[in-house]
């Protein structure tokens, strides 16, 4: 302490000020950035749970348009089963249609057996020609049996054509639905995509925002302490210019009253009378 100045200490105090200023200053501005991070956290995280709230909205989406796909599919599926089995049992109705008698021998067979059979019981026939007419009539009717069954077959091919037909419209009615279904699937999918990785942007920058967070927190805490050190070292350059001005006060008091001793001392030793204060002066009893 001893060796310094007061105009060095004061130019100490001046820089130390300067000092807390430019603290203050810089503190200041990270609180200031701070804040700002924070706030730019808050609408990101805003903006994560708005985007989370989509994905959660397009999933639940994409889960009923696949749902709703895997119905049709079954539904197609069991439409082509059924188109199988039709095409199987029109195939085997063709064959037999092929094997079997002519619809249009339907007519002549009938007439040919009423015809065979008016014979006998109109004429008078011989035993054997009687029973060769009655194996005619038996054989024509197997015939006409035969006949009616394939015709019996032809509508029901008919109608089994019809059914297919109707199935095949089914069938390609299905399998639009079920296009349009994949196209909606594949754009949710891709507006899925497309958010989360909006959703992953946002982390990266919210891991940015929250470093930031960390840096100005971390730079506040040491101009804090910084600052804490220039106002203890502020405190103690006040401290040292108060002391050196009381000392320096006290020295002029001292400088003073050994003068004024030094007078009275000279009165007395010349016979001089003594004032009470000069008393004072001379036996130190004098108040600084």
Same mark, same amino acid.
């Given at each position: 302490?001893?060796?310094?100045?007061?105009?060095?200490?004061?130019?100490?105090?001046?820089?130390?000020?300067?000092?807390?200023?430019?603290?203050?200053?810089?503190?200041?501005?990270?609180?200031?950035?701070?804040?700002?991070?924070?706030?730019?956290?808050?609408?990101?995280?805003?903006?994560?749970?708005?985007?989370?709230?989509?994905?959660?909205?397009?999933?639940?989406?994409?889960?009923?348009?696949?749902?709703?796909?895997?119905?049709?599919?079954?539904?197609?599926?069991?439409?082509?089963?059924?188109?199988?089995?039709?095409?199987?049992?029109?195939?085997?109705?063709?064959?037999?249609?092929?094997?079997?008698?002519?619809?249009?021998?339907?007519?002549?067979?009938?007439?040919?057996?009423?015809?065979?059979?008016?014979?006998?019981?109109?004429?008078?026939?011989?035993?054997?020609?009687?029973?060769? !007419?009655?194996?005619?009539? =038996?054989? @024509?009717? $197997?015939?006409?049996? +035969?006949?009616? %069954? &394939? *015709?019996?077959? /032809?509508? #029901?091919?008919?109608?089994?054509?019809?059914?297919?037909?109707?199935?095949?419209?089914?069938?390609?009615?299905?399998?639009?639905?079920?296009?349009?279904?994949?196209?909606?699937?594949?754009?949710?999918?891709?507006?899925?995509?497309?958010?989360?990785?909006?959703?992953?942007?946002?982390?990266?920058?919210?891991?940015?925002?929250?470093?930031?967070?960390?840096?100005?927190?971390?730079? !506040?805490?040491?101009?804090? =302490?910084? @600052?804490? $050190?220039?106002?203890? +070292?502020?405190? %103690? &350059? *006040?401290?040292? /210019?108060? #002391?050196?001005?009381?000392?320096?006060?006290?020295?002029?008091?001292?400088?003073?009253?050994?003068?004024?001793?030094?007078?009275?001392?000279?009165?007395?030793?010349?016979?001089?009378?003594?004032?009470?204060?000069?008393?004072?002066?001379?036996?130190?009893?004098?108040?600084?």
């Amino acid at each position: 302490m001893s060796g310094v100045s007061e105009e060095e200490i004061l130019k100490k105090i001046d820089e130390i000020q300067q000092l807390i200023k430019e603290l203050k200053e810089a503190k200041n501005a990270a609180v200031e950035s701070l804040r700002e991070a924070k706030s730019e956290k808050g609408e990101v995280l805003e903006k994560i749970r708005v985007l989370r709230e989509r994905l959660n909205i397009l999933r639940e989406e994409l889960s009923k348009l696949k749902e709703q796909r895997k119905v049709l599919i079954e539904e197609r599926r069991e439409v082509i089963k059924k188109i199988r089995e039709i095409k199987k049992e029109m195939s085997n109705k063709k064959v037999w249609l092929k094997s079997g008698t002519a619809n249009s021998q339907i007519g002549r067979l009938r007439a040919r057996i009423d015809a065979l059979e008016w014979r006998i019981i109109t004429e008078s026939l011989p035993l054997e020609e009687e029973n060769r !007419i009655i194996r005619e009539i =038996a054989r @024509l009717e $197997e015939k006409l049996e +035969k006949a009616l %069954e &394939a *015709r019996k077959a /032809l509508e #029901e091919y008919k109608e089994l054509k019809a059914e297919l037909k109707s199935r095949l419209v089914e069938l390609d009615i299905l399998s639009k639905k079920i296009g349009d279904l994949s196209e909606k699937i594949d754009t949710v999918r891709r507006q899925i995509g497309a958010v989360k990785d909006e959703i992953e942007g946002l982390r990266q920058k919210l891991d940015n925002i929250r470093e930031r967070i960390r840096e100005n927190a971390l730079k !506040i805490a040491e101009l804090n =302490a910084q @600052l804490d $050190e220039a106002y203890s +070292k502020y405190r %103690e &350059a *006040r401290a040292m /210019l108060r #002391e050196l001005r009381e000392r320096s006060k006290r020295a002029v008091t001292e400088d003073y009253i050994k003068r004024k001793r030094e007078e009275v001392e000279r009165k007395l030793k010349a016979g001089e009378r003594l004032t009470l204060q000069e008393l004072k002066i001379l036996y130190g009893d004098l108040e600084e």
